[in-house]
């Protein structure tokens, strides 16, 4: 809920101050923060239609002195079904370098 209001708020002010010429919103990581998002996806491709869903984790490993973070991206529960056969291979966790902008 606290990622929606945030998103909900960001939003507001894009259409607030529209006008603006430019405006920049920093994170501020801490070391050890989660964020967790459930993704769901209807698919439709040439091979057929498809439900996937996963949870995906990031967290935040190390923040480096100009803001940046190295943030670990792990996922779970990942399923695929696709023509009625339920897949369920795994995902390598990755760990990215992200800017604070």
Not at 31 to 38: Q, W
Not at 46 to 61: I, R
Not at 97 to 101: I, N
């Given at each position: 809920?606290?990622?929606?209001?945030?998103?909900?708020?960001?939003?507001l002010?894009v259409?607030?101050?529209g006008a603006?010429?430019?405006?920049?919103?920093?994170?501020?990581?801490?070391?050890?923060?989660?964020?967790?998002?459930?993704?769901?996806?209807?698919?439709?491709m040439?091979?057929?239609?498809?439900?996937?869903?996963?949870?995906?984790?990031?967290?935040?490993?190390k923040?480096?002195d100009?803001?940046?973070?190295?943030?670990?991206?792990?996922?779970?529960?990942?399923?695929?079904?696709?023509?009625?056969e339920?897949?369920?291979?795994?995902?390598?966790?990755i760990?990215l370098?992200?800017?604070?902008?």
């Open positions: 809920m606290k990622r929606i209001i945030s998103i909900a708020t960001i939003a002010f259409a607030l101050f603006q010429d430019t405006f920049t919103i920093d994170r501020k990581y801490k070391v050890d923060e989660k964020d967790s998002y459930k993704v769901v996806a209807k698919l439709e040439e091979q057929g239609q498809g439900d996937a869903s996963m949870t995906v984790t990031q967290k935040v490993l923040v480096h100009n803001g940046d973070a190295d943030v670990e991206v792990s996922a779970a529960d990942e399923k695929l079904v696709m023509g009625g339920e897949h369920t291979e795994g995902f390598t966790d760990i370098r992200v800017d604070k902008r």
